[in-house]
């Protein structure tokens, strides 16, 4: 999906809404929780009952890969099942050298129809770049992340500035706003204004609101541009919204207000 369709999306649905589709099979509603393909019946529910107010889904890899080949399987079928309409991630991070890279690129990318994977981008150039060589693919670059340990290398001291700023200012001349975002946490708010000025055009990935407490006001009013440039993930909050044979539509209710609320801001 190039930028001039997810913008579009965007503007036509008003909504900047990522769903996360973490599906852990601990907390599968008990109804389905027997089925063989329970994880990719949840899914399906999920997406059907929020299309309408998100423009894209993020799958984190982790929670289908712990499961072996069946949770691969049921990765495959909701990436292929969500369609083209939305804009497809998979929250895989990975980066490594560069032949390894291009077939992570090439699993993600080609064996799998998805439009983005979150790269870590600590091994450098080489490793990020196959995920560039894709047209109408993007690599979603890790920059500033929301948990604790971002104190241990992201917010340290490095050179003139801290070594997230230097990662966002170096890993965007590799690419262009077209091709590349970055992950930025939304309980990070109070950084969004100094992202803007290292990467003032390119989109930005932010998980963190709901459950984790970041405010989706705070970010749209100090990181949105003129094309929106945001896409703001929600995962347990509205997956999640209720654990009972409801759980659909308590989904489509939580997203219907993220999508609200991101209306007013656009």
Not at 179 to 185: D, R, T
Not at 192 to 197: N, S
Request: with cysteine; hydrophobic share 40%; net charge negative.
């Amino acid at each position: 999906m190039t930028r001039e369709q997810l913008v579009k999306q965007i503007y036509d649905k008003g909504s900047y809404l990522c769903v996360g589709l973490d599906t852990d099979s601990t907390k599968i509603p008990a109804h389905l929780s027997g089925n063989p393909d329970a994880i990719f019946l949840f899914n399906k529910a999920i997406i059907d009952a929020t299309r309408e107010t998100c423009v894209a889904y993020k799958i984190n890899t982790a929670f289908y890969e712990a499961l072996g080949t069946k949770g691969w399987d049921a990765m495959e079928k909701t990436v292929h099942y969500i369609g083209a309409d939305h804009f497809k991630i998979a929250d895989a991070k990975r980066g490594d050298i560069g032949n390894t890279s291009d077939q992570y690129a090439k699993a993600f990318f080609e064996t799998l129809p998805f439009d983005a994977v979150t790269v870590a981008p600590y091994m450098g150039e080489d490793s990020v770049r196959p995920f560039l060589e894709y047209e109408g693919k993007w690599a979603i670059v890790l920059g500033l992340t929301s948990n604790k340990g971002a104190r241990d290398f992201e917010l340290q001291a490095s050179g003139d500035g801290l070594l997230y700023e230097k990662v966002l200012k170096t890993v965007s001349s590799w690419g262009t706003s077209q091709n590349l975002m970055f992950v930025v946490g939304a309980t990070q708010a109070e950084a969004f204004t100094r992202i803007r000025e290292l990467i003032p055009d390119h989109f930005l990935l932010v998980p963190g609101v709901g459950a984790q407490g970041g405010s989706l006001q705070e970010i749209s009013e100090k990181a949105m541009i003129k094309d929106c440039g945001l896409l703001v993930n929600a995962s347990r909050a509205v997956i999640y919204a209720s654990g009972q044979e409801d759980f659909s539509s308590a989904a489509a209710a939580v997203a219907k207000q993220y999508q609200e609320e991101m209306g007013t801001y656009l």
